[in-house]
């Protein structure tokens, strides 16, 4: 069973499209993390959400916290070729500081 | 710059050579991992260590071997590798300790192609 489901799997757009991607747990979580990964190359740390209902903006990119903190979602305005690859979630259950991550969303945008 | 360095970043290797992916951070992190990324699973934590000799086994940890003598060094060893162990592999480095929250940053390196022939 996977800890952290992310939907879609893979996603292809248009330049200018907006979209969002969900992650989602049955688990609460003390705090999730956006990574985004690029072709070869390792994830890189986008945003941390530590607060219930809390509501992080990365320039055309919104992150938000679910009330319950079960869940996450990341939406991008006005999407770019540039912010093709693969958006992952992550967190740690419990207090054993092991990251746990969601399989991913594959992102295409093409222009 | 902050950095996980990881090496080689491409290996094609017969099935049963002993290898050694080896893995540098350059943070002063206590805690260390290494992950296998594969289609349709994802990233799955193979081994980590809290600290300088402290090391615990994650999700898939059959087949592999770690060891952290130095903070900065977590070198990932296959003693008898299988095709099955053909995989992209990363090292990650995050701080941890008392002071540190649960949810600080991993760094990860650029990634180690194996594929075992």
């Known amino acids: 069973t996977q800890l952290l489901e992310q939907s879609p799997q893979f996603l292809s757009i248009q330049e200018g499209e907006n979209l969002t991607v969900y992650c989602n747990s049955s688990?609460?979580?003390?705090?999730l993390q956006w990574y985004r990964q690029e072709p070869g190359e390792g994830p890189v740390l986008l945003v941390t959400?530590?607060?219930?209902?809390e509501v992080k903006k990365l320039k055309r990119l919104t992150f938000q916290f679910g009330d319950a903190r079960k869940d996450s979602s990341l939406h991008i305005t006005a999407a770019q070729p540039g912010d093709t690859g693969l958006y992952l979630c992550?967190?740690?259950?419990?207090?054993?500081?092991?990251?746990?991550f969601g399989k991913g969303t594959l992102l295409t945008v093409n222009p | 710059e902050a950095q996980v360095t990881q090496n080689p970043r491409y290996l094609i290797t017969v099935t049963g050579k002993k290898l050694t992916v080896t893995c540098s951070q350059n943070m002063n992190h206590e805690y260390m991992s290494w992950y296998r990324q594969d289609p349709g699973l994802g990233l799955r934590q193979i081994y980590y260590?809290?600290?300088?000799?402290v090391t615990d086994k994650g999700d898939v940890p059959e087949g592999y071997k770690v060891s952290r003598k130095e903070k900065r060094n977590f070198p990932l060893i296959l003693e008898s590798p299988s095709p099955n162990q053909t995989s992209l592999y990363f090292c990650?480095?995050?701080?941890w300790g008392q002071g540190s929250p649960l949810n600080t940053e991993a760094f990860f390196g650029q990634g180690t192609r194996l594929t075992v022939v």
């Open positions: 260590s809290m600290n300088v000799e």
């Open positions: 992550a967190g740690v259950p419990g207090s054993n500081y092991k990251l746990t």
């Open positions: 990650a480095s995050r701080a």
């Open positions: 959400v530590v607060t219930g209902g």
């Open positions: 688990s609460v979580f003390s705090s």
